[in-house]
């Protein structure tokens, strides 16, 4: 199951640095039907990093797939899925020589032709974006839209739409062909995102 990539794909935001809240959020998004979860704890000390790994692993079922970001030493360390590496981190290459054959590998990317280096290079998964306007994204410049979602899209593999996403938003990327979404805000009441996963078990795979 480790190398099929979610669909929802929750991420950790700075604040779940507790690790019995965080405990209780991973079992919440696992239960109410969320299938990935990336820790992003920037700044954070690499002991706390692996403890919520690690927590995620023992509370979480194995249907709520954990990746860490840009640690591929600490997912495997704490027995996790795998990896989600940044866009001008540690290679896919390299991340795969340390996880495996095994490890879940994903890479975020901001245009098409970082989509298509990714999976030549073996990324499991991309997430792409921003697709909508967003303030943590600004730096990145104007969002590429509905329109460069979909030509990311048809460069092939799973590609999960990220930035300003939305319940509505959510669906219009499914129709230009987004395997699944990636969120922060999105996903911070799990007992709320309930459509969503009703409308994820609709949508082609």
Not at 117 to 143: C, L
Not at 176 to 185: D, E, N
Request: proline fraction near 8%.
């Amino acid at each position: 199951m480790a190398r099929r990539p979610p669909r929802l794909l929750a991420i950790t935001d700075g604040r779940q640095r507790h690790a019995g809240a965080f405990g209780r959020w991973a079992e919440a998004l696992a239960a109410a039907g969320v299938d990935g979860l990336q820790i992003r704890e920037k700044g954070a000390a690499d002991r706390l990093v692996l403890e919520l790994a690690e927590r995620a692993r023992t509370v979480a079922p194995e249907t709520l797939r954990t990746v860490v970001n840009a640690r591929a030493d600490i997912a495997l360390a704490a027995g996790i899925a795998g990896v989600h590496l940044p866009a001008s981190g540690v290679s896919v290459r390299a991340a795969r020589s340390l996880l495996g054959f095994e490890g879940l590998v994903g890479l975020s990317t901001h245009h098409p032709r970082e989509v298509e280096r990714a999976f030549d290079d073996g990324a499991d998964y991309v997430t792409f974006g921003p697709v909508y306007p967003t303030p943590s994204k600004e730096r990145y410049g104007p969002p590429p839209g509905l329109p460069g979602l979909a030509e990311a899209v048809a460069l092939g593999g799973p590609v999960l739409a990220l930035g300003g996403i939305t319940m509505e938003r959510a669906a219009e990327c499914l129709e230009v062909g987004a395997y699944g979404v990636a969120a922060i805000r999105l996903f911070t009441r799990p007992e709320a995102v309930t459509p969503l996963v009703e409308l994820m078990e609709g949508a082609p795979r």
